[in-house]
């Protein structure tokens, strides 16, 4: 079976999110564009995603829990886990390597928590767009350990990604797939032929939706016999198609 899959959507607890990314609405916009996967990744945040997935089961929309992390290094990663209590363990990681810095609402956006009825249950104090105290290379063994699935993002970009900051791929860092921005033209020719070293890996390409009208503007389908986190997982290491 083939499943349409967005992995890159920002909720109202990232600052950079519209108000009117609200799991609820994310939910419904992306059952409304057709897909079948979505991962919800606020900037080194988890507190958006369970409710996220609750609201997507009761809709047949599956839903992968995890987060974008900003390393120390400033490169972007997506990372997914398997279940909730491997979530909380990730969320404490996460909190644990906080560089504290308060957020301004005015100049940064609001950081809310909120249930499926949208009603506000906490506010984020400290800036979540800061890079963490966590090399690129810790966050991609703890997502391992915690049996997740670990996507470095938007590697096409000019800016926050492992080409911008790195300009190569680390030889002792694992990743299920590596992620192309929406605005890498199909497929990723031009990107590969102006970085040949990032070839011959498996690629995926979302969204980094912050606003509603941007869910599933593109997407990625993989091919799987049903959906499972294993199964998933296996999807990615085999390969997917991108779709514009």
Known sequence: ?????????????????????????????AKEMGMDIIGLTDHNSTLNAEVTRRLGEKVGLHVLMGAEVTTKEEVHCLGFMPTV???????????????????????????????????????????????????????????????????????????????SQLGFIPSDLKFHALELSYYCKRGGYQFLRDCPWFAGYNFIQSSDAHFVEDIAKIHSELEMPSFSFDNFKAALRQGEQVIL
């Open 85 to 163: 209590e491997k979530l909380a363990e990730f969320q404490a990681f996460l909190d644990s390597r906080v560089v504290w810095f308060e957020n301004d609402v005015d100049k940064f956006g609001y950081q809310l928590v909120v249930d499926e009825e949208e009603n506000v249950l906490d506010e984020v104090p400290h800036l979540l767009i800061n890079a963490l105290d966590l090399p690129l290379l810790e966050l991609q063994q703890k997502v391992y350990e915690l049996g997740g699935i670990f996507i470095p993002a938007h590697v096409d970009r000019p800016s926050f990604s492992i080409s």
């Open 1 to 29: 079976m083939k499943f349409k899959a967005d992995l890159h959507i920002h909720s109202v607890l990232s600052p950079c999110g519209d108000l009117e990314m609200s799991p609820s609405n994310i939910v419904a916009k």
